[in-house]
């Protein structure tokens, strides 16, 4: 049943076009897995590439027992030398590992391979399926057709959820099919709002552990911790230490819902294989009262590590990270606290391939939106007034980016062009006389006012043509604040970013409502659309998943070695070209998700060139059409044939 022969496969890097990213040719596979004989586990690696090796392996240091997959090995072995095999000695420690074909059983519980009824006859005989399946077989349209029934079936968003997630870990291609051909109905569930629910609830709904978990017992041990994921060849990492879990604050361990949503993403929207996507989780310990109350709480019961200790752990996860994946791995960081987050971004942006999705992701996406937005209302960055409620990675990362870009088509210096743009905080509006007492990365937006305690008063003052909820707290654009609003402006744009939807600052109703329908309106969670005196209203998400996924693949197709913030802003300028005259008839500022694997591969390649462009690139010679390479990269759902 099993055969662990010697085997010589390509390994996905040797395929050519799109190296490593590509999903290989397609041509009828086995499903092929690579297992270490320990005597109570088995487990599989790299499905997706094929490996050169022979088991029992030669004797190998166990430190030295995984090389760099990029081929940037640290240590001897050469290029591709993924089990360390070339440097073994006589007297070092070994993982036995061995090739085999999956089959009958196993092959059904492995969602990297799994097919369910649409194994055909002929991979029924060859895997020693016949009988562990009833006899019809069905193509993967109709798993489709009676997967999305299934989902809908279920009133409750968590149940969904819940559906998707078990779909996700039984039968990989049909999730991800299913979630691409109804992205808009989907990501609602597997994304904002649900998933910050999903998240809350996360230790008592789930059964199956997802993702890597590194916490503070681990320290010291990172590298051996990475060792036991199964996959080796990972391209992106999204981590997150749950401290700020969307607009519902310290989540602590149960934060790992984000990192599995964004990775699904990765794939769905951007085409990233699944294989290559490592969510990862630190944890530190919890602030979280409740949950360390809670009996059923997943993670460490003890309250946050900070300073020294936070930083050592951090500081040996990145550097195992390079040395496991290589220098091209992305690592997002994602909902960081915001006392951590800017530290790490400004830490190791010139060492790793590091990209902050809610700094830097979210103004990328912010500032397609408003350059979008000014078609319908007319004028240029720099004769726009720009509020923001909340001065945190969100609210100072679109600060800065509208800065950057207005500062480059006016030609004016930055510091000149920031004094159109203001903030609030929990504390009023940021003014100069509040300089002193000012974390780092407000002190920019401490333009010369007197203090203004709220918001409508700042409304009121400043006069801002566009208003941007950054707070996480929902509500608090009031009605005398949209009114505020509309009565300065003609069409005022005002975007709530925040989420779940709770948290969003004001619904799309609201927004619509108050302004008498004349206001430019997107969210970070969906808003169904708002019928207006007679007139449908259709708001757009303004959400980061516009930018990471097509963002992420621009860098690893080309082998972009850091993020640059032109980078930013050319994945900015593809996404607002990618909005239509349709769009815009309609009011949207962004165009609709169904079409995001397009837009991604727009967004992947603008990146990408910019990369050349700035010699960050290391993938050469430049592919001549970046979106076709792009298109090629991507990852397709489809079921392949089993030989
Ligand atoms: N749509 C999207 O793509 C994205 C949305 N977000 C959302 O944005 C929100 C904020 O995220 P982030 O910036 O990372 O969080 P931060 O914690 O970094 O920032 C929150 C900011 O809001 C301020 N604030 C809190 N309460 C109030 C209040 N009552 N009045 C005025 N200001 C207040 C805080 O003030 P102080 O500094 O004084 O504490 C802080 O400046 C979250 O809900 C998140 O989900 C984030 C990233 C992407
Ligand atoms: C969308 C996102 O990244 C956030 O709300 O944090
Ligand atoms: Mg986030």
Same mark, same amino acid.
């Given at each position: ?46 499905? @997706? ?43 070092? $420690?070994? /993982? ?10 196993? *092959?059904?519980?492995?969602? +990297? ?5 649409? %194994? ?21 349209? /109709? ?31 049909? $999730?991800?099919?299913?979630?691409? @051909? ?132 951090? +500081? ?16 997002? %960081?994602?909902? %960081?606290? @915001? !006392?951590?987050? =800017?530290? *790490? ?50 609210? /100072? ?16 210096? *930055? ?31 401490? +333009? ?6 709220? &918001? ?64 430019? =309106? ?25 930018? $990471? ?14 993020? !640059?913030?032109?980078?930013? *802003? ?43 462009? &700035? ?29």
């Amino acid at each position: 049943m099993f055969s662990s022969t010697r085997c010589a496969f390509l390994n996905n890097a040797g395929l050519g076009g799109c190296g490593s990213i590509c999903e290989g040719a397609r041509k009828r596979s086995s499903p092929m897995t690579v297992v270490c004989m320990t005597p109570s586990s088995s487990r599989s690696v790299d499905r @997706n590439s094929s490996v050169v090796m022979e088991t029992p392996l030669k004797e190998l240091k166990k430190d030295s027992a995984v090389a760099d997959v990029d081929g940037d090995s640290v240590s001897a072995g050469g290029p591709q030398d993924v089990y360390g095999e070339d440097r073994a000695t006589e007297d070092q $420690f070994v /993982t036995p590992w061995s090739v085999s074909v999956a089959s009958g059983y196993t *092959l059904l519980r492995d969602p +990297h391979f799994n097919k369910g009824l649409a %194994f055909s006859e002929k991979e029924r005989d060859a895997h020693y399926l016949r009988g562990l399946l009833p006899p019809t077989v069905i193509p993967q349209e /109709t798993q489709v057709k009676k997967m999305i029934r299934h989902i809908r079936q279920y009133q409750v968003p968590l149940q969904k959820y819940m559906a998707m997630m078990d779909l996700q870990e039984r039968n990989e291609r049909l $999730f991800y099919t299913l979630l691409i @051909n109804h992205v808009e109905e989907l990501l609602p569930v597997v994304y904002t709002p649900t998933v910050g629910e999903a998240c809350q609830k996360y230790g008592s709904i789930f059964m199956r552990p997802q993702g890597l978990y590194i916490s503070l017992k681990e320290k010291g041990k990172i590298r051996e911790v990475l060792r036991n994921w199964p996959e080796k060849n990972i391209q992106v990492v999204v981590v997150t230490d749950g401290e700020r879990i969307l607009g519902l604050g310290d989540l602590g361990c149960q934060g790992m819902g984000i990192p599995v949503g964004k990775l699904s993403l990765y794939t769905a929207l951007g085409g990233v294989r699944p294989s290559a996507c490592l969510p990862i989780t630190i944890d530190v310990g919890t602030n979280n009262e409740e949950l360390l109350n809670d009996e059923l709480y997943i993670g460490l019961k003890q309250r946050r590590a900070t300073g020294q200790e936070y930083a050592e752990l951090m +500081h040996e996860f990145m550097t195992a990270l390079k040395q496991t994946y290589g220098e091209k791995v992305l690592i997002q %960081f994602e909902d %960081f606290a @915001n !006392h951590n987050a =800017f530290d *790490l971004l400004e830490k190791y942006r010139s060492t790793h391939l590091v990209f902050n999705d809610d700094i830097q992701g979210t103004a990328s996406v912010v500032l397609a939106g408003l350059v979008a937005a000014l078609k319908l209302v007319g004028g240029n960055l720099a004769d726009h007034r720009f509020l923001f409620l909340g001065a945190g990675e969100a609210g /100072t990362g679109i600060a800065e980016l509208i800065a950057l870009e207005t500062s480059k088509q006016t030609n004016s210096p *930055l510091e000149e062009v920031r004094k159109n743009i203001w903030l609030v905080d929990s504390k009023g509006l940021i003014v100069s006389s509040r300089k002193d007492s000012l974390q780092h990365f407000k002190k920019p937006w401490a +333009h010369e006012h007197e203090p203004v305690r709220n &918001l409508l008063d700042a409304v009121n003052q400043i006069k801002p043509t566009v208003l941007i909820g950054t707070s996480g707290q929902g509500r608090t654009f009031t009605k005398e604040v949209i009114e505020a609003m509309a009565s300065n402006n003609e069409k005022p744009i005002i975007l709530s970013l925040s989420n779940p939807t709770s948290q969003s600052e004001c619904t799309a109703e609201e927004a619509y409502k108050w302004s008498q329908g004349r206001a430019i =309106f997107a969210s970070g969670s969906p808003f169904p659309p708002v019928e207006y005196e007679g007139k449908v209203f259709a708001p757009g998400q303004a959400n980061n998943a516009y930018i $990471f996924p097509g963002f992420g693949l621009g860098l690893i197709m080309s082998g972009t070695i850091r993020v !640059h913030d032109d980078l930013l *802003l050319a994945a900015s300028e593809a996404l607002a070209s990618q909005v239509s005259q349709e769009n815009y008839d309609k009011g949207l500022i962004y165009p609709p998700f169904t079409n995001i694997r397009k837009i991604s591969a727009h967004i992947a390649a603008k990146v990408a060139a910019k990369a050349y462009e &700035l010699g960050l690139a290391t993938r050469l010679p430049q592919p001549k059409d970046l979106v076709k390479f792009a298109e090629s990269c991507m990852y397709t759902p489809s079921y392949r044939s089993y030989r």
